[in-house]
């Protein structure tokens, strides 16, 4: 079973700094099937990327995704204060989502 | 424009069943699939299954095979999500999301770009 393990758990930043999210596979997997989502409270979650790096429609390039081995990375160049948010990795072949990493307003 | 409209909150007492549909507009429905995730109070997203709605072809995750049926009707555009013999910690909220599928597979490899607003359960006797 594919487990994928994401870092932090929250991340305290303030609006203009550059966020960096890490989602770690437990075995090698391909970043073809490699997916991040934003989710606020009491909403659906919003796709971000997909394909490890690719925009989804309508998202800022301020969001940005990268893969290196088992080890995938969202970032985010400068906060805006609609970023503060959930966000999730997700392996679409097993269907596998990381356990998710809070950004927070430090 | 795609959306995705899920029936209302349900309360349930344990081991009855529970029926969460989900209407698809705006796109070919039999191009595309229905996956189901939900998200326990506090929790992160658990994927629960897909089903194609072009040939019926559907896949669970293994801790629901036993109680959860997937299916659609595509006349109405709808997909249906049954999970029975209901327990206190299936309380949650059910999503339905659109997901690509290639001959009725679906690895939505482009993600998840549609969802519906969510079905609160609660679970309670």
């Known amino acids: 079973e594919i487990v994928l393990t994401q870092s932090p758990g929250t991340l305290s930043l303030s609006p203009g700094e550059r966020a960096t999210l890490s989602c770690r596979a437990s075995?090698?997997?391909?970043?073809?099937?490699l997916a991040w989502y934003q989710q606020k409270p009491g909403q659906a979650p919003r796709l971000l990327i997909y394909s490890a790096s690719t925009r989804a429609a309508g998202i800022p390039d301020r969001f940005s995704g990268s893969e290196s081995g088992t080890d995938f990375t969202l970032t985010i160049s400068r906060l805006e204060p609609d970023d503060f948010a959930r966000y999730y990795c997700q392996l679409s072949s097993t269907w596998t989502f990381g356990q998710g990493t809070r950004v927070e307003i430090e | 424009q795609v959306q995705l409209v899920q029936s209302g909150a349900e309360v349930k007492k344990p081991g009855a069943s529970l029926t969460v549909s989900c209407k698809a507009s705006?796109?070919?429905?039999?191009?595309?699939?229905v996956i189901w995730v939900r998200q326990g109070p506090g929790e992160g997203l658990e994927w629960m299954g897909w089903i194609s709605a072009y040939n019926g072809n559907r896949r669970s995750a293994e801790k629901f095979q036993d109680r959860i049926t997937l299916t659609t009707d595509t006349d109405t555009n709808t997909a249906y999500m049954e999970l029975r013999g209901l327990r206190s910690d299936d309380t949650a909220v059910y999503y339905c999301?659109?997901?690509?599928?290639?001959?009725?597979?679906?690895?939505?490899?482009?993600?998840?770009?549609?969802w519906g607003q969510g079905t609160t359960v609660t679970v309670s006797s």
């Open positions: 075995q090698i997997v391909s970043g073809s099937y």
């Open positions: 999301a659109r997901v690509s599928c290639t001959n009725g597979v679906c690895r939505g490899v482009d993600g998840l770009h549609f």
């Open positions: 705006g796109y070919s429905f039999r191009l595309y699939g």
